[in-house]
């Protein structure tokens, strides 16, 4: 375990995800898992409780037991796939959860990259991961745990690990002896997978190591990302384990490399996978834009996308290497910028630096530490910072040079290039917090830290309260500052100098600053275009702070502030100073972002000193807060509150619920469960990663709050406004089945029902739910012979039941978050249940994301009767539903069968089947995927739609639900199945 033995790391260019190691490790004396008696497994949790007190810093954190855990820690556990769970059948039979869940629990450290798992299937198993590839370290962290850990043990009880001569460190499972070590990173490998996944298999044979997906042993490979570990245990050392994983990780990525050129020419693989980017970079417009060499420093598109190529977690990931840029890679950089800045396509931007028309300053009073302003310029004629040659960045060194001899009175000083500085001076500029350095890994690979130092230098008056960086990421970057709150002061003299540096720079080489009439001053990085300003105080707001950093942000967004720690983006905020700033940088004049900031900052401190005089808190939008665990609860109805923050700002739901909308529907309850608009829009508020980001918590909310719902059903399902939908359920109309050598795996179709005058799952009451929950029970009774089965509530289930559940994967379990936030959760288990009948072929969820889903399977493509079976146990049901109660299913004339969910209106149907398509698994999954496209299909893996696809079989159903019959969606599944496997045959 000599850390000191690990020969390098993982490239810095290889994309890796995240790297873990774990082991396993017994203590000398007590039972492994499957043997072990009770108070010997109580004796092993009591030694690691004593072990983790004596932690350091960096491993510091807290032990939580299974028994009588907190909801909203086990909720927080979950979230951080911590959590292990019982109901694992080996584990059971081998009798590892005997005692269930006594002795157990689970450590982590504050950091969360160091964790312990107390007697699951080993004694211990001891992780160390973290973003990134740096396995070196991760290894060395798990080194320092396991000391600590065995020095412990060997001071409360005399015991040492268990370490055989012959099978080393011993474990429960024979496959795990010697080490016990798996030493794993997430990696992408796109030339490889397109190369071909068996080969990939081979050459990891080849190198001792083994392919994964990333979704674990048996979870199947998701896209281009695979978890590459080690193969031995036995054997081997870890240090010799940990360094073939290196070796091994950095060989495949260099081959990768030469697969992604064969494969794929000169298209790049963009790593930062979910980056603008990567949205807009695509295969077309890289072949359109690819040969093109800017004019004024021989930029291309390939270095301008360097980071989001490089890296795997950028937002945007792109830079201009100079004014061509914009022009020229238009294609790429129009809808991007256009995106980001959440500006039209014709929108103009308007510069105004008048400082004459800023009204007011900083009210007498605020405590505001200080204050900053800075924007950035660039020279017309020279290259910007990610493309200025040597030569051109020389000469814009020399024009500052020049330029700031000419400046007189308050911004009077000296320039410090950063060639050849004397190290008093560096000193100096490092205590004024004034030097900027290289070392940044964005900026290097983006072309910024070429030919350090030369040509580079930095600017500042006397007094100190005026900067200029030169030929830092921008080729200017201008800094007013000074101590206290005279924001229209500092300005001033910002303009001023600026002022003075362009008359320089006119004068010297005829030249002026970079000014594009539809995105303003011109920078290196697309997210400063327009002011490229960022105006800002050092603020106490002591009451801000007790009211909430939360409610702070929400407020700040409503005024178009931003809200930072004082120690910068990322830095995080001390006490109670915050970093007020201006929120946007284009659309806006320079003017009316210092006017919005100075109102904003005057409005803030005005409420946080009615707070600190005992005033209410603002009426924040109704939130599902995380607890300080980090759990998730339901949003509460409210009406009438603030226009709230959608954080999933590129959601549907964020595009039509407008200001406007929200006052006019804000103050709405629906009558059937009393369900709001905050409610419905829950997960777009609290999410950031919602795409549709709505849920309807009755009936009604489809009406009360359609100029919400309808644009954006049309929208997401490609209707009209004017269209209606037609159902059919008529099996007699299908023609045809899929054909008899078509290697189908299985058939599955559901589909979901609400009952009239019963809420959906997000509103419904806990009347209402029991209430559909009686109906069921009463309605599964009447069943025919094939249809009758059983029905089981969640509430009370014997654990022989819910293990035969999981076994047949019938049950649904609680901890979703989206559904959770969304309500759909509240009151569980109580009113939820599963039936199925005795052949296990028809099954219906009670009260989960729909009041029913109503499902019909089996194995083999027997669509037809499958779809047969669906039919006459909706009929069944609806029969007996008007029986009881009078009531029929929710059928809207336009939008069909009513769900929760806006994305299964219509049939709300997936019909469905498992096949293998291996010969389009080899001509390619993006192939695959436009041929389903013209089908009308969906293809996903066969463990869902996040988990992946495996080997050669897929699941494809239909992609539509609103605006076909159901019997025009089987059918086209039937023909698209068979016309797939036609063409795999070929």
Sequence with gaps: MDVGKIKGNIAEDVPVHSCRIRVGRSIDGFGLSPGITKEQRVGVEKLMVEA????????????????????????????????????????????????WPEGRGIFHNEKKTFLIWVNEEDQLRIISMENGGNVKGVFERLCNGIKMVGESVKKECGKDFCLDKKYGYVHSCPTNLGTGMRASVHIDLPGWTKHSVDKLKARCEELHLQPRGTRGESGGQTGHTYDISNKHRLGYSEVQLVQKMIDGVNTLWTEDKKYQKQYFGDFPFIASQHSLVAKYVTKEKWDALKNITTKTSGFTLAKAIACAVQFNNQHCGIYAGDWDSYKDFAPVFDPLIQEYHGISATAVHSSDMDFNKIQGNIVDGAPVHSTRIRVGRSIDGFGLSPGITKEQRVGVEKLMANAVKTFGGELAGSYYPLAGMQESVRQQLVDDHFLFVSGDRNLTVAGMERDWPEGRGIFHNEKKTFLIWVNEEDQLRIISMQMGGDVRGVFERLAKGIKAVGDSVKKES??????????????????????????????????????????????CEELHLQPRGTRGESGGQTGHTYDISNKHRLGYSEIELVQKMIDGVNTLWKEDQAFMAGGAAPAAPAAAAKPATGGYKAMEAQTNGPFPNIQSTHSLAAKYVTKDIWEKLKG?????????????????VEFDNQHCGIYAGDWDSYKDFAPVFDPLIQEYHGISASSKHCSDMEVSKIRGNIAEDVPVHSCRIRVGRSIDGFGLSPGITKSQRVGVEKLMVEAVKSFPADLAGRYYPLTGMQETVRQQLVDDHFLFVSGDRNLTVAGMERDWPEGRGIFHNEKKTFLIWVNEEDQLRIISMENGGNVKGVFERLCNGIKMVGESVKKECGKDFCLDKKYGYVHSCPTNLGTGMRASVHVDLPGWTKVGLDALQRRCEELHLQPRGTRGESG???????????????????????????????????????
């Excluded at 820690?73 to 590892?96: C, E, K, P």
């Excluded at 239909?958 to 698209?976: A, F, P, T």
């Design 52 to 99: 983790v007190k004596s932690f350091p810093a960096d491993l510091a954190g807290q032990y939580y037991p299974l028994t009588g855990m907190q909801e909203n820690i086990r909720q927080q556990l979950v979230d951080d796939h911590f959590l292990f769970v019982s109901g694992d059948r080996n584990l059971t039979v081998a009798g590892m959860e005997r005692d």
């Design 510 to 555: 005829g030249k002026d600053f970079c000014l594009d009439a539809k995105y303003g001053y011109i920078h290196s990085c697309p997210t400063n275009l327009g002011t490229g300003m960022r105006a800002s105080v050092h603020v106490d707001l002591p009451g801000w702070t007790k009211v909430g950093l939360d409610a702070l942000q929400r407020r």
């Design 668 to 684: 709405i309850k629906t009558k059937t469960s009393g369900f709001t608009l905050i409610q419905a829009i829950a997960c777009a």
């Design 948 to 986: 992946g696809q495996t080997g050669h079989t897929y699941d494809i159903s239909n992609k539509h639900r609103l605006g076909y019959s159901e019997v025009q969606l089987v059918q086209k599944m039937i023909d698209g199945v068979n016309t797939l496997w036609t063409e795999d045959k070929k």
